[in-house]
């Protein structure tokens, strides 16, 4: 079945010229329209554009030019990531109806790289969730249920690949967004360094924690995908200039000596008994393997999330501001200026985006922004501190992503209630730090993820470790009963 | 309670969102609710500690002064509710 194809094995096949990337594309769009109307990963597909981009590559190859790294590989964006021509809308009312006149770099790059845009995945309005519930167009399913969500914001892209719909797909990480959907759809996730991959084009959310990286179907996949779009950028001035090792040189380096610090308040009460036991049955598997795994302690943990939700929601308020309604996307119409402004917002977004914008504006408001905005500051560094000592002694740290598994469509109503799922993950994003999430066990049939974060720029590192785990566990294989594994398409019919 | 139904609509008004009134109040019910969960960064003392911004040991980063292609005006406007004559056209500010 060619859409269950990993990036490397599709690249293997058209190189040996078994199967052509149009013959790969189509599949893949068979597979969309197979599944995707009860998943409802994307929000805009791009049949045409990707029927013709697929038949390029192959005139390409049999011309004998050199092919580059990803070509004729299908893939799925998070439709906050600018690509030229094609709807890019957030899932936001606000920007249903925007093209952009640009790439984002990491578009561009993935372009450049031959990949095959199939289309543009489903999140929730903004990035703003952890769930995609709060999408203004749908809630994307989890495929391993379609009860339960995907989790969020990144949803789309995570149910896409899980549901092999594409080789491969792109999400935004800005508190766990990333990590916690690929955690939930059992696939692979990395937020990479805070500065590794250009912001350029990635519809700013919160900028100081931002940023773009992978979802693939195994470890050595995610890799590739890294050496595709970790390059310094001009165009956004918090990449950073530095070389991009070859992230699959060191893939089978093996974990041997490795310190892996475990910080005990990641397996505090907050965290389900079954993702506990999943994410330390791991720890074993790795501490067999020659790691050297030491319980720590990363007191500041607890204050993540009061952190992250007067950060973000003060960036996020000043970002947002730009959607008035004068350059793109939606426009009430009224009579004067201001009340055009007010209008065009209070219609085009919806209410988590209005819940973070006001939280945001209050936090900075004249009065307010020593004691909300500047101590979250200030707090913000004792977290990144507290990260950089435990660093001076360890080479990675191991946590569970998310502190439950995928839970149903429709049962966390309160917002505060939903900002405490990403426990685990927002300490990553206000320290920059790289982290990757894998899937490490299943609990009654739903994916556990496993956290590993390690030190600035050692994506590498975090990689070598992941890919050792993952030879030995062979857990990557699982497929949810959606895609049918074991039983020969053909037979289904 | 931290913030009054007063307060939420002059936060409002600073957003340039309007909202009905048992919006209003709801808005005001779970904004108190984060904000009485963030309280817990006063159990924190961080008189000495410089805030972080970002993370990055990067400072005023510059290019050289060099006229580059930008986004053309035609480009700029595509997605323009309205314009008119090269520019964005919006409701009239001066009487």
């Known amino acids: 079945m060619l859409e269950q194809c990993t990036v490397a094995e599709a690249l293997e096949r058209l190189e040996k010229k078994e199967i052509s990337a149009l013959e790969l594309t189509e599949a893949a769009l068979r597979r969309v329209e197979a599944v995707d109307e009860s998943v409802k990963a994307f929000v805009t597909v791009t049949k045409n554009e990707a029927l013709a981009a697929a038949a390029l590559v192959d005139a390409k190859r049999l011309s004998g030019e050199a092919m580059p790294l990803l070509a004729g590989i299908p893939m799925a964006l998070k439709d906050n990531l600018c690509t030229k021509g094609v709807l890019t809308t957030c899932s936001s009312k606000i920007l249903d109806n925007f093209k952009p006149p640009y790439d984002a770099t990491a578009v561009e790059l993935l372009r450049d790289a031959g990949a095959v845009l199939l289309g543009k995945t489903n999140l929730d309005e903004f990035a703003m969730g952890s769930s995609t519930e709060n999408s203004a167009f749908f809630t994307t399913r989890n495929p391993w249920d379609l009860e339960r969500v995907p989790g969020g914001s990144s949803g789309g892209s995570a149910a896409a690949v899980a549901a092999d719909e594409v080789c491969f797909a792109l999400g935004s990480d800005t508190g766990g967004s990333i990590r916690q959907p690929a955690a939930f759809c059992g696939v692979v996730g990395m937020k990479p360094t805070y500065g590794r991959v250009s912001r350029y084009g990635l519809i700013a959310f919160a900028s100081s924690l931002d940023q773009i990286g992978p979802f693939t179907k195994d470890v050595r996949d995610c890799a590739i995908v890294m050496n595709a779009i970790a390059r310094y950028d001009a165009r956004d001035t918090t990449s950073v200039p530095m070389e991009t090792p070859d992230y699959t040189a060191q893939l089978s380096g093996g974990v041997k000596g490795l310190r892996i610090g475990v910080p005990q308040e990641y397996f505090a009460a907050g965290i389900d008994q079954d993702v506990r036991n999943a994410v330390q049955q791991a720890l074993a598997v790795l501490v067999a393997l020659g790691a050297e795994a030491e319980e720590i302690s990363l007191p500041h943990t607890d204050y993540g999330i009061a952190v992250y939700y007067l950060i973000a929601p003060a960036e996020a308020s000043s970002n947002l501001a730009r959607y008035d309604g004068v350059q793109y996307g939606y426009r009430a119409e009224a009579d004067n200026l201001l009340e055009m402004y007010q209008k065009t917002r209070s219609r085009g977004f919806g209410s988590e985006v209005k819940r973070r914008i006001m939280l945001g504006t209050y936090a900075l408001s004249s009065g307010y922004y020593d004691a909300y905005y500047l101590k979250a500051s200030q707090v913000r560094t004792l977290i990144k501190q507290e990260f950089a000592e435990a660093f001076k002694k360890f080479d990675l740290i191991l946590t569970p992503t998310a502190p439950s598994t995928a839970f149903p469509v429709g049962t966390v109503e309160d917002p505060l209630t939903m900002y405490l799922n990403d426990i685990c993950t927002i300490p990553v994003n206000l320290a920059g730090l790289p982290a990757l999430s894998m899937p490490c066990g299943f609990v009654n049939n739903l994916p556990v993820g496993l956290q590993l974060i390690g030190k600035p720029f050692a994506e590498a590192t975090i990689l070598r470790a992941a890919y050792a785990y993952e030879q030995h566990s062979g857990l990557i294989k699982q497929k949810p009963a959606l895609s049918g594994k074991g039983v020969p398409q053909d037979e289904q019919i | ?95």
């Open chain 2, 1 to 95: 309670m931290k913030l009054t139904s007063k307060e939420v609509a002059h936060v409002a008004s600073l957003a340039r969102l309007e909202m009905a009134e048992d919006e209003m109040e709801k808005f005001a019910g779970q904004l108190n609710a984060i904000l009485e969960f963030a309280d817990k960064l006063n159990r924190l003392e961080t008189k000495d500690i410089l805030p972080t911004a970002h993370v990055l040991p990067l400072n005023n980063v510059f290019r050289e002064d060099r006229v580059t292609p930008g986004l053309e005006s035609k480009a700029a406007l595509l997605n323009a509710p309205e314009a008119e004559e090269g520019m964005f056209r919006v409701p009239r500010v001066i009487e």
